[in-house]
Structures are given as structure tokens and as C-alpha cells.
């Protein structure tokens, strides 16, 4: 029985979660989605959450197959402030990947992260 050779552990080069391609996607959605865009708190949630299932929709349209996607928005009002922020997670370095964006205009600001994590 040859069920060792039939299981991939491993996605081939083409369909790995590549990051500087899904970082395109990140920053084409925010740019679509947040350009003249004004901060108010009240949308900010709503926007947070579309956000990131758009991202989320474009990354599966990549067609990186068994792939699950987590993806993390925070959409802030423009003072002149800073922020950090970070993120921790386990991992297999070999096949899972993360990109992140930001957007900024007069009003927001907007981070966005995706995560690509291989399903065996």
C-alpha cells in the first residue's frame, strides 16, 4: 500500500503561501476599500471586519490550495501617534508564511496582517 506517497506534507513551490504576493493583494483591497476614506468611530468595526474577509476572499482566489487563512485588520484614527503592534504564533517555517500592509491618509491609518497556514 502506498499511502506515504499519496499524502503531501509539503505543498509544491507554485501553490506555497508566497508573501510578497499576498502583501499585493493586501495593499490592492486596502487601497480599493480605504482611499478618501475620513475616521469615525462608529465605522471603524464594520470596516475592520469587510476588510478582512476581502482580503481573506482575494488570498483564496490565489488558488494556494489547503491553505487556511487568519486575517487581522486594525483601522486607527490619525493623531500623530504611534502604535506597535504583535503577533505570536506556532508554526512549520517550511510551509506557512504571513504578509502585512499598511495604509495611511489624512484621516486613518490601517494595518492589516494575513496569515497563510498549511493544512496537511
Given at each position: 500500500?502506498a499511502l506515504a506517497s499519496e499524502f503531501a506534507i509539503e505543498p509544491p513551490y507554485n501553490?506555497?503561501?508566497?508573501?510578497?504576493?499576498?502583501?499585493?493583494?493586501?495593499?490592492?483591497?486596502?487601497?480599493?476599500?480605504?482611499?478618501?476614506?475620513?475616521?469615525?468611530?462608529?465605522?471603524?468595526?464594520?470596516?475592520?471586519?469587510?476588510?478582512?474577509?476581502?482580503?481573506?476572499?482575494?488570498?483564496?482566489?490565489?488558488?494556494?490550495?489547503?491553505?487556511?487563512?487568519?486575517?487581522?485588520?486594525?483601522?486607527?484614527?490619525?493623531?500623530?501617534?504611534?502604535?506597535?503592534?504583535?503577533?505570536?504564533?506556532?508554526?512549520?517555517?517550511?510551509?506557512?508564511?504571513?504578509?502585512?500592509?499598511?495604509?495611511?491618509?489624512?484621516?486613518?491609518?490601517?494595518?492589516?496582517?494575513?496569515?497563510?497556514?498549511?493544512?496537511?
Amino acid at each position: 500500500m502506498a499511502l506515504a506517497s499519496e499524502f503531501a506534507i509539503e505543498p509544491p513551490y507554485n501553490e506555497k503561501f508566497k508573501s510578497s504576493r499576498a502583501k499585493e493583494v493586501i495593499a490592492k483591497v486596502l487601497k480599493k476599500r480605504l482611499t478618501g476614506a475620513v475616521y469615525h468611530t462608529d465605522n471603524t468595526s464594520s470596516w475592520a471586519k469587510e476588510i478582512a474577509d476581502d482580503i481573506k476572499q482575494s488570498l483564496k482566489e490565489e488558488g494556494w490550495t489547503r491553505y487556511k487563512y487568519a486575517v487581522q485588520v486594525f483601522i486607527g484614527e490619525q493623531r500623530g501617534e504611534g502604535i506597535r503592534l504583535g503577533c505570536r504564533g506556532f508554526w512549520d517555517q517550511r510551509t506557512d508564511n504571513f504578509a502585512h500592509e499598511t495604509f495611511q491618509n489624512e484621516s486613518l491609518f490601517c494595518v492589516a496582517a494575513a496569515f497563510g497556514v498549511y493544512v496537511y
